[in-house]
């Protein structure tokens, strides 16, 4: 069984037991995955309390306990941010928790070749914790938008989706990913787990030719999981 710890934000948890669903899709209802989404939607705001470390990694512990008490094999966490708390959770955990910048981070060292420009769109708190850095900073270029568009165009269209104002989010999120588009990044993390939901909602991003180069953590974590559930 899959143990998924959701809440931060509760749309990206639904977000990857959506794309659960979607891999196992025209399959029998007994092919399906078992999994257990705890939406604990009560964690401490990831971005305000880094200062305030312990805080929020008792209460990822109390979450990860839940899971690991109803017998789930692993555990997933559709959120970015909160892998800056990832080593010392897993030290209080004993079933296996996925990393998803370290998977993101195999996943693009297969497809693009050394020092390339790697794109990132995140929370400000992602990039300060520098989850993603951590991997990505030996083999690769990682670049973010500038602090004007970061502010204008990434923070505000996680904040419409977390609203549920989706195709705000979309028109939100356009100037970041043209910014990195012109500065030859060859691939964009989508390093917020609300900015997949705003960008493949509508048709519009679909068929742009950028479109390609995104890299959805989300679905990525979902397939490997899919992996691990069938071993």
Not at 120 to 135: M, P, S
Not at 152 to 162: E, G, M, R, T
């Amino acid at each position: 069984m899959i143990g998924i710890l959701g809440g931060m934000g509760t749309q990206a948890g639904l977000d990857f037991c959506n794309k659960l669903a979607v891999i196992n899709r025209g399959k029998i209802d007994q092919k399906y995955p078992m999994f257990i989404l705890y939406n604990k939607s009560n964690i401490p705001k990831r971005p305000e309390n880094i200062k305030k470390y312990h805080n929020v990694l008792k209460s990822l512990i109390k979450g990860c306990l839940l899971l690991q008490k109803n017998k789930c094999k692993f555990i997933v966490m559709p959120c970015n941010t909160a892998h800056y708390w990832y080593d010392d959770l897993q030290k209080k955990i004993k079933i296996p928790i996925l990393s998803m910048p370290k998977e993101v981070y195999l996943h693009t060292k297969k497809s693009c070749k050394k020092n390339s420009k790697i794109g990132i769109l995140c929370t400000e708190a992602t990039l300060k914790t520098g989850v993603y850095n951590k991997y990505f900073n030996k083999n690769f270029k990682l670049i973010s938008p500038k602090k004007s568009i970061q502010k204008k165009s990434v923070n505000k269209a996680i904040k419409l989706v977390k609203m549920g104002k989706v195709r705000e989010a979309e028109k939100a999120i356009r100037p970041a990913v043209k910014n990195l588009i012109s500065l030859k990044c060859k691939k964009i993390i989508l390093g917020c787990t609300e900015l997949p939901i705003a960008i493949f909602a509508y048709k519009s991003f679909k068929k742009i030719k950028e479109s390609k180069v995104f890299i959805d953590p989300n679905l990525l974590l979902a397939n490997i999981s899919m992996n691990k559930y069938r071993k």
